[in-house]
C-alpha cells in the first residue's frame, strides 16, 4: 500500500508544476478573501502579475535554486511596501530559500537568509508603521533558520541514500566479480586436471594399441572414467549457476575426503603418489575443504602436464589453527605454469581469498607447491 502510494506521488516537473498550482491557488484565495488588499497602493494590473510571477517562478527551484531564489526576493521586495498584509506570496520566497539549502548550498542558503533577514528588519525601521512587531520578528528569524535546516536536512538524507545504493551496487557487482573468478576457477582446475590425465592415457592408448592392446583397453577404460568424472565436476560447479526457481544442488562440494580419486588418476598415467598426514585429522570449514582439494588437484595437474616427473609426493599437516599442504614432485625444477599463466595464479588467489599464502618454486631435486590455510578448531573459534 505504502509502495504503491509512493508511486502515485508526482516526481520531476509534474511535482514541480503541482507545486506551482497549489501555492498559486493559497494565493489567490487568501488574497480574494483579505481585508486588506482595498489598502494597496499597487493598481491590480501590477500586483496581481507580481504574486503570480513568485509563484510560477517555483517551476524552476531545483533546477535553478539560486536564481529563483533571486527572483522571488526582488518581486516581493516590490509588492509588501506597496500593499497590505492580506497576500500569503511571501511563502513563495520561504520555498525558494528551501530549495537553495536542499540543494546542498548550504553556504549560499544561509547568506540568502541573512539578506532575506535584513530587509525585512531594514523595512521595519524605515517604515513609519510597524508592519510586524518584536514576537513576529522573532518568529520570523526562527522560520528562516528552520527552513534552512530542514533543506539540509534533506538533502543529506537524499546524499545518504545515492550513496548507500551507490555502495550497494558496487558491492554486488563485486561479489559478481568474484563469484564470476571462483567459477573461472573451479572450471579452470576440473577441466585442467581431467583433460591432462586423458592426454596422457590417449597417448598412451596411441602408442599401445599395435604392441599391447590389452595395454591400450586399460588406457581407454580410464579415458572413459575420467571424462565421466569431468563431466560430474563440471554439473557440480556450474550448479551455482541455476535459474533462482530451480533446486539447489544436492550433490557435495569436493574435498580432501576425494583426493584419493585423485591419486587414482595420477597413478593410472604411470606416476608414484605417496601420500602422509600429520596430525589429527578434522572437519574443515567448507571454503577451506574446498580450496585444499583444488590446490592439490591443480598442483597434480601441472606435475602431469609439465614436471616429466616419476614420483609426487603430498603431504597434509593439521596444526593447531591452520592446515599445510606441501605437493613435492622429481621432475623437471622449472615452475610448472599453463599456457594462460592460470594455474599457480589461481592456486594463490584460492589460498589469499581465505586469508592464507601459497608459494611455489623449484627444489633441487623438483618443484614444490606449499599453502598454508587458516582452519581453526572449534575451540579457538
Not at 494597496?40 to 507580481?50: A, K, Q, R, T, Y
Not at 531564489?69 to 520561504?94: C, D, K, Q, R, W
Not at 586423458?198 to 572414467?225: C, F, M
Request: aromatic share 4%; glycine share 6%.
Amino acid at each position: 500500500m505504502e509502495g504503491s502510494l509512493r508511486r502515485r506521488q508526482p516526481r520531476g516537473k509534474l511535482a514541480d508544476a503541482a507545486i506551482v498550482l497549489v501555492v498559486t491557488a493559497i494565493v489567490v484565495i487568501m488574497t480574494l478573501t483579505s481585508s486588506d488588499i482595498s489598502d494597496s497602493l499597487l493598481p491590480l494590473w501590477i500586483s496581481w502579475p507580481v504574486q503570480l510571477a513568485a509563484c510560477v517562478a517555483l517551476y524552476w527551484r531545483r533546477v535553478r535554486p539560486q536564481t529563483v531564489m533571486a527572483v522571488t526576493l526582488v518581486l516581493i521586495a516590490i509588492y509588501y511596501p506597496l500593499t497590505g498584509e492580506g497576500s500569503p506570496v511571501f511563502v513563495t520566497i520561504m520555498i525558494a530559500l528551501y530549495s537553495v539549502a536542499a540543494s546542498g548550498q548550504l553556504r549560499a542558503s544561509m547568506i540568502w537568509a541573512g539578506v532575506v533577514m535584513a530587509i525585512t528588519i531594514g523595512g521595519e525601521l524605515a517604515s513609519p508603521v510597524r508592519h510586524l512587531d518584536n514576537i513576529a520578528l522573532a518568529m520570523f528569524t526562527g522560520w528562516c533558520v528552520a527552513t534552512v535546516a530542514v533543506g539540509v536536512t534533506v538533502h543529506d538524507r537524499m546524499a545518504l541514500l545515492a550513496e548507500t545504493k551507490r555502495r550497494a551496487a558496487e558491492t554486488a557487482l563485486r561479489e559478481a566479480a568474484q563469484e564470476r573468478l571462483r567459477i573461472a576457477r573451479d572450471v579452470h582446475d576440473v577441466v585442467g586436471h581431467h583433460l591432462s590425465l586423458i592426454n596422457v592415457q590417449a597417448s598412451a592408448a596411441l602408442h599401445r594399441i599395435d604392441k599391447d592392446p590389452g595395454q591400450a583397453e586399460t588406457a581407454l577404460a580410464t579415458i572413459k572414467t575420467t571424462s565421466s568424472q569431468t563431466l560430474g565436476e563440471l554439473r557440480k560447479t556450474l550448479d551455482v549457476l541455476r535459474q533462482s526457481d530451480e533446486e539447489p544442488p544436492t550433490t557435495p562440494t569436493p574435498g580432501l575426503a576425494d583426493i584419493e580419486a585423485l591419486f587414482d588418476g595420477v597413478r593410472s598415467a604411470g606416476m608414484t603418489v605417496d601420500h602422509h598426514v600429520d596430525g589429527e585429522p578434522r572437519e574443515l570449514p567448507v571454503e577451506v575443504d574446498l580450496a585444499c582439494y583444488r590446490i592439490v588437484q591443480e598442483a597434480l595437474t601441472n606435475v602431469v602436464k609439465h614436471a616429466n616427473a616419476t614420483r609426487v609426493t603430498i603431504r597434509l599437516a593439521y596444526r593447531d589453527d591452520t592446515i599445510d599442504l606441501a605437493i613435492t614432485d622429481d621432475g623437471v625444477a622449472e615452475p610448472p605454469t599453463t599456457t594462460s599463466g592460470h594455474g599457480i595464479r589461481g592456486m594463490t588467489e584460492r589460498a589469499q581469498a581465505l586469508g592464507g599464502e601459497l608459494s611455489a618454486e623449484p627444489t633441487r631435486t623438483g618443484f614444490t607447491v606449499h599453502a598454508t590455510l587458516p582452519a581453526p578448531t572449534r575451540e579457538s573459534t
